[in-house]
């Protein structure tokens, strides 16, 4: 794509704005939520060829795909969407009417999109639209393939909300089609924290930005969640969210912490999580992890060995040749996460330790799957609120999360919308 | 110095120093081998930790048959672990990693000098000045701090002992307390290019980013004569803007007049005693890839399943090497490797990569997390 084929979609995705612009706000709405339910049906056209072309595009196992899908488009319904609209804008007939408070979406948004993880993508694409702001969105490179299966369905579902998206594949280093792209009014980016320094850099007032960097969750069990069937359980939830798409997604878990005083418990924790990844490893296979990420699996799997053998309270479970390694760590202290279904599990003796463990993470801070704690459940979230998560939930439901998760702390939908206040004196 | 009165090591330390001193830098595997089987046997009988990690792997001295199957030690894991092949109360010498304020900083523990001294110096003097008569010596301009100023700085040490031993009068450290001195640097440039010949720009790869900054902001570029060459190493480490190799040749190139072809990078790190160097100066018209001394050998790591890689395909680098007597000699680093020919070429990740999600990884979460 050339910088002046990105310049020309932008005209016509901003004439094609003015003309669903015309229809009332509730059409696009009812069209949206009728274009989630297709991707909810696994029967779908696009679903199915979403599962089918992205194993050979990311690297994921075709099990993994399936089941990420069903599992992270499940909550994704349409009835969730128009919830999810009342809730953030109120009345869609705000996008219509001509007095009191209005709303409005952008001539234009430019989505810049990263990772290979397909429901970040969907709904990055179709926010602006519920605002009828018409969308240029850039693929990620590691994901080719979503933007323009979103784009086929929203055209067929509704021509004319389908003349509202486009696709510009260009390259990450092609810096005039970006400088084409960024001349949009409103900008939304997902990628790495340096990515979105990068890109900030360069988007020129009174354009909008809206950032998404990089995110990571983790895991707390309570002393209820540390023995018996519950510890099971607990174990089994965590290690589904940490298959799931290969820890790629800042919802996957990367280190779990126990708390309480008891020496074993990290222990127990971390054979019941090692044997439920093992058996994930069976039923949902990890992808082949590129060079850099093997490496770096390796590298990690090497040092805990090498801390353990120095006499250290670490234990590593797991490997290379096992796909997944769970590090029973002797303290809370950070360390690196290589991902690919490498977690840790840390010890803290209470609550206390548990937030000041979490603070150095806190700027990253996505979701907190949390079980166990009884009468302090509510104590600590309010805690880990604090701390900047935005996502508090029982093991095993971080990668499901609701149409309405205020990803990165804020709303969905109202960051892509202008408000207009008529003030009228009779 | 002395080596204490481990015999068994002295005599180990005398074989090794008495291949680095040979004037010839023939290959020989087979004494490559025995030395590097006697070495990691003698390691595995004095350092602990080593010893129970290879025994964790099932790997005893009687149980190798050849140098590729010793263990390595990751080279982070100098940031929690002192790896000493001797008592602790032989310590003469502690390297540290330069780390951030952000990250713990991996410490290499030395009895004694006399081994890395004994490697740097014919492997500077092959892949950086190889064009230098024996006796003679070389304008040696550095953009790194002193000795004096970073002595647990194993970069620092390595640029005073090529002063030391290869520098003309007008040698000399230019990084002072993290400032460039852009005004001497230029001057001493100015006055080492009058006697033509040999000069050496040496130093940390953010350093030169400095140095380009300024003469941009200064509006100048030089035209350094032909007999300059640039080593560089140890990458930006979030000290300057950062930028593709390729980039940086090429802005040096037209900011300071020379070429890629004279510019070397060095891979090195404070844990290993033996460093590589571009092939460039060495083998001009040659594919440009790592060499190193005969006493250092490096193997590629199937990045997965931790085996051999296959020829020509990405591997994890892991380095043997002799001049590690005090410490361990097998480290495994966190950099990705290629084979070309006799050397490799080191792939690091390109700034900006994209990562297949939106989860954060590794050292980059811990460089941002202050921890």
Redesign the interface.
């Known amino acids: 794509m050339t910088p002046e084929e990105v310049t020309d979609r932008l005209a016509e995705l901003r004439e094609a704005g003015v003309e669903l612009r015309r229809r009332p706000a509730s059409d696009t709405l009812a069209s949206l939520a009728q274009v989630l339910e297709l991707w909810r049906d696994p029967g779908s056209p696009w679903r199915r060829r979403l599962e089918t072309e992205l194993p050979g595009v990311t690297g994921f196992s075709p099990e993994n795909v399936h089941e990420g899908l069903a599992r992270g488009l499940a909550p994704f319904s349409g009835d969730a969407l128009l919830a999810l609209a009342r809730s953030e804008l109120g009345d869609p007939a705000r996008l219509d009417t001509a007095g009191g408070s209005m709303l409005s979406g952008f001539d234009v948004t430019a989505v810049v999109l990263a990772g290979a993880i397909p429901q970040p993508s969907l709904l990055a694409l179709l926010a602006p639209l519920v605002l009828r702001s018409p969308v240029l969105a850039k693929p990620a490179s590691r994901d080719p393939v979503t933007p323009g299966l979103v784009a086929a369905s929203i055209a067929a579902v509704d021509a004319g909300l389908g003349r509202c998206i486009a696709i510009a594949p260009f390259g990450s280093h092609d810096e005039a089609c970006l400088s084409a792209l960024l001349d949009a009014s409103c900008i939304a980016a997902t990628g790495s924290d340096a990515s979105i320094a990068a890109l900030a850099g360069r988007v020129r007032p009174p354009r909008r930005f809206i950032p998404s960097g990089h995110r990571l969750s983790v895991a707390a069990l309570g002393p209820g969640a540390l023995a018996g069937a519950a510890l099971e359980a607990a174990a089994e939830g965590i290690a589904l969210d940490v298959a799931l798409w290969d820890q790629q997604g800042c919802l996957s878990p990367l280190a779990v912490y126990v708390v309480g005083r008891s020496d074993t418990a990290p222990d127990r924790l971390a054979e019941c999580l090692a044997r439920a990844l093992a058996d994930l490893e069976r039923r949902l296979p990890r992808g082949k992890p590129d060079a850099a990420a093997g490496a770096a699996f390796l590298y990690e799997c090497d040092s805990a060995e090498l801390r353990a053998a120095a006499g250290g309270r670490v234990t590593l479970l797991g490997g290379a040749a096992q796909h997944f390694a769970v590090v029973r760590e002797a303290d809370a202290a950070p360390r690196p996460a290589p991902l690919q279904r490498f977690v840790r599990v840390h010890p803290v003796a209470d609550a206390r330790e548990l937030r000041a463990a979490l603070r150095p993470l806190a700027p990253h801070l996505a979701g907190v799957a949390l079980a166990g704690f009884g009468a302090e459940a509510a104590a600590l979230a309010r805690g880990l609120a604090d701390l900047g998560a935005s996502r508090l939930c029982r093991p095993g439901e971080l990668q499901a999360p609701p149409l309405a998760w205020p990803h990165d702390n804020r709303p969905v939908l109202l960051p892509y919308a202008r408000f207009t206040d008529r003030e009228t004196r009779e | 110095m002395t080596h204490g009165p481990d015999p068994a090591r002295r005599n180990l330390d005398a074989r090794v120093l008495a291949w680095m001193r040979e004037p010839s830098w023939k290959p020989d595997a087979a004494r490559f081998e025995a030395l590097a089987l006697e070495l990691f046997a003698f390691q595995w009988e004095r350092c602990p930790?080593?010893r129970?990690?290879c025994?964790?792997r099932g790997v005893r001295p009687a149980t190798l048959s050849n140098w590729q199957e010793i263990p390595?030690?990751?080279t982070?894991?100098f940031k929690?672990?002192e790896l000493r092949s001797f008592p602790a109360q032989r310590s003469a010498h502690v390297f540290r990693t330069s780390g951030t304020s952000t990250s713990a900083r991996g410490a290499l523990h030395l009895d004694t000098l006399e081994l890395y001294e004994a490697s740097l110096l014919p492997s500077f003097a092959r892949f950086v000045l190889p064009d230098l008569a024996p006796g003679e010596r070389a304008p040696i301009l550095v953009l790194a701090p002193s000795p004096n100023e970073a002595p647990d700085s194993s970069l620092s040490h390595m640029f005073g002992v090529v002063l030391r031993e290869l520098g003309a009068p007008e040698s000399g450290f230019f990084l002072r307390e993290g400032v460039l001195l852009s005004d001497e640097l230029l001057a001493a440039l100015a006055r080492a290019g009058e006697h033509g010949g040999c000069v050496a720009l040496c130093g940390t790869t953010f350093a030169f980013v400095f140095l380009l900054d300024e003469l941009a902001r200064r509006g100048r570029s030089l035209a350094l004569p032909p007999g300059t060459r640039i080593m560089e190493t140890g990458g930006f480490k979030g000290r300057s803007r950062e930028l593709g190799r390729d980039a940086l040749y090429a802005e040096i190139g037209q900011r300071l007049g020379v070429p890629a072809a004279r510019i070397v990078n060095q891979y090195g790190m404070t844990e290993l005693g033996s460093q590589f160097y571009d092939s460039v100066l060495r083998l001009p018209g040659e594919p440009r890839r790592k060499l190193g001394p005969p006493w250092a050998r490096v193997k590629l790591?199937e990045?997965?399943?931790?085996g051999p890689a296959p020829e020509n395909e990405?591997?994890?680098i892991a380095i043997v090497d002799l001049a590690n007597t005090g410490s361990v000699l097998a480290l495994?680093t966190?950099d990705?490797g290629r084979r070309i020919g006799d050397g490799f070429d080191v792939l690091g990740?390109e700034?900006?990569?994209?990562?297949?999600?939106?989860?954060?990884?590794?050292?980059?979460?811990?460089g941002?997390?202050?921890?």
């Open positions: 930790p080593y129970r990690f025994e964790g390595a030690v990751p982070g894991a929690e672990l790591v990045p997965v399943n931790g990405l591997g994890a495994q966190a990705l990740r700034p900006g990569a994209e990562a297949r999600g939106c989860s954060i990884a590794a050292d980059e979460l811990l941002q997390a202050g921890t």
